[in-house]
Structure formats: C-alpha cells, structure tokens
C-alpha cells in the first residue's frame, strides 16, 4: 500500500483566517514533503522532515508554518495568506530520507486544492 | 540553465502508436530518475523510476538513462486515450530525497 492520505480536499479561505492542511502515511516511510504547485507548472518544494526533524526550507514565507507531531502526520498551518498562495498543496512521503544514494521514491497525496480571498 | 528540460508540448500521437517523452538534466552528480504522470487537476503519479545506464520495462512503459549523455526518456508503447496526461521527469542527486522537476511534457492520445 502505498497511500497518502490529505485533508481537507478542498479549502477556502480569507487573508486573515487560521488554517492548517494534515497529510497521513502509515508506510513507516521517514521523509515527509510539502509542495506547492500552481496551474501548468511543476510542483514546487516548500518543506522536507527527515526522521520528523526539519530537514529543508526552501525560503518559504513564515505565513506557512510546517509541524511534524510524529512519523506518520504532517501538517501545514497557514495564516494570513496571500490570493497568489492560491494552488494545488502536495505531500508526498518516501521510506528514506535519501541521507544515502540512490534516492528513494516520493509518494504522492491527492493534494489539497486552496483558494485564498 | 534549468535543472531538468522537457519539451512542454503538446505532443499528439494517435491510439496505439508509440510516445517518446525526452528529459536533459544538468547536474552529471544527479543519480536517480523518476517519471510520474499527472491527470489535469490531480496529483503526480509514479509510472517509473530508473538508477542505472540502460532500458527499464514496465508493461507498456519503458525508461532509457544515458548518464554520459545526460539523458532520460519514457517510450509509451500501444497508447491508449487514457494515457493522455502531462509527464513530468524527476531527478535527484540525493541531498535529502531533492527532487528537481522539470516542467512537464503534456501528451495527448487521438483515439
């Protein structure tokens, strides 16, 4: 199985509303990913968690906030968005944190389409 | 330079013919390749990964990595309507599982 689950679907927010978006495997894989990708264009790497411990940010504004209670969830709080964060959020998860070659295959999540007004 | 090239397209082939999607990438320390396809709205999907100079088959998929050349390619034998999807070339050089996307050659299968 090789399933990642994301809530909500769908979500629909103003620049001033909290938000978070939750993201699930229970693969036992070690690595977690955010992306971010807008229409016609590639996904876009926001955050990686290796071993539950930040890893990577790719300069993202501090207005999306990642967490990562434990191995198997990933969150994304958003707060005082901006209408151009409108897009489609991915998580992805991959059984290694590919600390070690070849890299390990990413698993996408149906993603979250978010649309801020 | 961009990371990974692909050829935005559209690139149409007819039911049942064989669809060639090509990659270049950069970074000749990049050791791992991936080809997911994504439906219009929905998320990437895997069809394959590669490691290794040479041919890989997966039922109706093939893969091909030149390293020497910097090169990796998806052959879609049989094509089917269905397969009609943008395909997007990942590379990593394994710094914490990095993908490096390119920007997605979008397929369409004329039936």
């Known amino acids: 199985d090789t399933e990642v689950t994301q809530t909500p679907k769908h979500l629909v927010m103003g620049m001033t509303n909290k938000k978070s978006l939750k993201c699930e495997q229970h693969?036992?894989?070690?690595?977690m990913y955010w992306y971010k990708q807008k229409a016609k264009k590639p996904p876009e790497l926001m955050f990686v968690y290796s071993y539950e411990k930040l890893s990577i940010n790719e300069s993202v504004p501090s207005r999306f906030s990642p967490e990562c209670p434990n191995s198997s969830l990933l969150n994304l709080h958003l707060h005082a968005l901006q209408p151009e964060d409108s897009a489609l959020y991915l998580c992805a998860s991959s059984q290694d944190p590919g600390t070690t070659s070849p890299a390990d295959t990413q698993y996408f999540g149906p993603g979250t389409r978010l649309t801020v007004l | 330079q961009k990371e990974v090239e692909q050829n935005s397209g559209p690139l149409s082939v007819p039911e049942g013919a064989i669809a060639s999607l090509n990659c270049t990438y950069s970074?000749?320390?990049?050791?791992?390749f991936f080809w997911y396809r994504q439906y219009s709205g929905k998320s990437p999907e895997l069809i394959m990964s590669?490691?290794?100079?040479g041919d890989k088959e997966d039922g109706r998929f093939t893969a091909q990595l030149n390293k020497a050349s910097q090169y990796v390619s998806l052959l879609i034998r049989d094509s089917q309507p269905s397969d009609s999807a943008t395909y997007l070339c990942?590379?990593?050089?394994?710094?914490?599982?990095?993908?490096?996307f390119g920007s997605g050659t979008k397929l369409n299968v004329k039936p």
């Open positions: 590669i490691y290794s100079n």
């Open positions: 990942a590379v990593s050089r394994g710094d914490f599982n990095k993908f490096y």
């Open positions: 693969m036992g894989h070690r690595a």
């Open positions: 970074d000749r320390g990049s050791q791992s």
